[in-house]
């Protein structure tokens, strides 16, 4: 894989997820460094104006996968035809966000890839997780509601709790150190710590 960085958006009902600019931006970061295209990829069906909206974001390319089969979402649909994508643009890195299908999506295809810890994303500057990694606190109604269709197969959203009810619903959050004990990568298993990373990759010292 070596050409670019591919983001995989994230929309609902025409609107795109504010996590979606997010990658855009990071993707940017790490497509210049690549000196390769970004590229983005949109899934759905009338999918037109996401599309349109994206083509404006700073994205090299947008690639449209227009098919009624995609909407509603099924996640083995949205898999296969992400794999699909992956294998004919060949990217170097591909980003989802912490949505629930970017969380449902991401390790399903990273298995059926074969693909581990993508070393591009090491960042080696950071030294604290927990305080300069900005975390998104996103809509409290993305928790306290859920969708579906009535009776009258229409849409319909339904409060799951007191209305009152504070809700918090961060965009992700940051694995404690202490959880983790290695780091698989394309050039081995590192233990969960620098020395051990930068063995493996001593172009980062």
Request: proline fraction near 4%; aromatic fraction near 6%.
């Amino acid at each position: 894989m070596a050409n670019g960085v591919l983001i995989i958006s994230d929309h609902k009902e025409g609107e795109i997820d504010t996590v979606t600019f997010e990658l855009i931006q990071k993707g940017r970061e790490l497509s210049d460094k690549l000196e390769a295209q970004l590229m983005v990829l949109v899934l759905g069906t009338g999918i037109e104006g996401p599309v349109t909206e994206l083509s404006g974001k700073g994205a090299d390319v947008v690639y449209a996968a227009d098919d009624s089969r995609l909407d509603p979402y099924i996640p083995e649909v949205h898999t296969q035809v992400i794999c699909d994508v992956i294998a004919k643009v060949e990217p170097a890195v591909v980003l989802f966000g912490h949505t629930y299908r970017g969380i449902e999506m991401a390790p399903a295809i990273a298995t059926r890839l074969n693909v581990a810890y993508a070393s591009n994303c090491l960042d080696c500057e950071l030294r604290d997780g927990l305080h300069e990694i900005p975390i998104e606190s996103r809509s409290g109604d993305e928790v306290k509601f859920i969708s579906g269709l009535g009776d009258n197969n229409e849409l319909t959203r339904i409060l799951c709790g007191l209305s009152e009810t504070p809700a918090a619903n961060y965009a992700f959050d940051v694995t404690p150190a202490r959880l983790v004990s290695g780091i698989i990568t394309e050039r081995g298993i590192a233990a969960a710590n620098e020395e051990s990373l930068l063995q493996l990759f001593p172009e980062y010292v």
